[in-house]
C-alpha cells in the first residue's frame, strides 16, 4: 500500500479510562510514521462482524484519547492481522473499513 514506518509499538497500547488504573481499550500494535497511525488487532482467526467493530470502537477511542490530550493530529486507520482469514472474515473486514494483514504462502 505504501506506507513506511518509523515507529512501532509492538505491546499492548493501552488507552486509560477516566479512573486511575482504568483501561478503556488497548492496541495489540501501533504502527506511525509522520502523518499516518495504523492501530492493529492481531487475531489468530479473526471472527466476523465481532472482531471488526470492536477494533473500529477501539479506533474511535484511540482518536478522542489523542484528541483530547492534545496530541499532534494524525490520520488514523485500523488493521486487522490474522494467520487464518476466511472469506467472509476478510469482507468483514474490508466493509468496516480495515485493512487485512496475512500471510500469504510462498510456493
Known sequence: MGYHFDGVKE???????????Q??????ML????DTIIAVEIKSRPETDR???HHVRRLEALRKYRQA?????KRILGAIA???FYDDAREATLVA???????????
Do not use: C, W
Open 31 to 34: 504502527l506511525e510514521n509522520y
Open 97 to 107: 473499513g480495515l485493512f487485512t494483514i496475512e500471510r500469504h504462502d510462498v510456493d
Open 23 to 28: 483501561i478503556k481499550a488497548d492496541v495489540d
Open 69 to 73: 490530550r492534545g496530541m499532534e493530529s
Open 11 to 21: 505491546r499492548r497500547y493501552v488507552i486509560p479510562g477516566r479512573k486511575p488504573g
Open 82 to 84: 490474522g494467520a487464518i
Open 51 to 53: 472482531d471488526m467493530a
